[in-house]
């Protein structure tokens, strides 16, 4: 990929991902949401970070979070995007407590919203039991 060949890329990381590898759905997910490789598609992007997020994968979990957030492939939803970062959080990204604090502060989510988003999204099968 760091040579641009995109497609290639693709090929490679098909099996990966049909053997189930959080990392290659990941990773493919990022080549769907740019459009490398293969046609733009939010929809598929966010089809591949929910397989890898619901094992527990926190970058998969950080970008499945954005989409909610921005409303990219997915209905905008700040309760669930607060929850994915939540678990991204707890799986050990660095990065889902700046995105934790963005989503409190770019939405304004009270601190009852807040509450409510952590106990409903306590645990990581609700978050995967919830369909896209």
Same mark, same amino acid.
């Given at each position: 990929?760091?040579?641009?060949?995109?497609?290639?890329?693709?090929?490679?990381? *098909? @099996? *990966?991902?049909k053997?189930? &590898?959080? !990392?290659?759905?990941?990773?493919?997910? +990022?080549?769907?949401?740019?459009?490398?490789?293969?046609? $733009? &598609?939010?929809?598929?992007?966010?089809?591949?970070?929910?397989?890898?997020?619901?094992?527990?994968?926190?970058?998969? !979990?950080? &970008?499945?979070? +954005?989409?909610?957030? !921005?409303? =990219?492939?997915? +209905?905008?939803?700040?309760?669930?995007?607060?929850?994915?970062?939540?678990?991204?959080? =707890?799986?050990?990204s @660095?990065?889902? *407590?700046?995105?934790?604090?963005? =989503?409190?502060?770019?939405?304004?989510?009270? @601190?009852?919203?807040?509450?409510?988003? &952590?106990?409903?999204?306590? $645990?990581?099968?609700?978050?995967?039991? *919830? @369909?896209?």
């Amino acid at each position: 990929m760091a040579q641009g060949k995109y497609a290639r890329a693709v090929r490679w990381l *098909e @099996p *990966e991902v049909k053997a189930g &590898n959080p !990392q290659a759905r990941t990773v493919l997910g +990022n080549l769907y949401y740019l459009g490398l490789g293969v046609p $733009r &598609n939010a929809r598929r992007a966010a089809e591949l970070y929910h397989a890898a997020a619901k094992s527990g994968y926190a970058a998969a !979990q950080v &970008n499945l979070g +954005n989409l909610y957030r !921005q409303g =990219i492939g997915v +209905n905008a939803d700040a309760s669930r995007a607060y929850g994915w970062y939540r678990q991204a959080d =707890i799986h050990g990204s @660095p990065a889902a *407590e700046y995105y934790l604090y963005q =989503i409190s502060v770019e939405y304004t989510l009270s @601190p009852l919203q807040q509450a409510t988003a &952590n106990e409903r999204w306590d $645990r990581l099968e609700q978050l995967v039991a *919830e @369909p896209l």
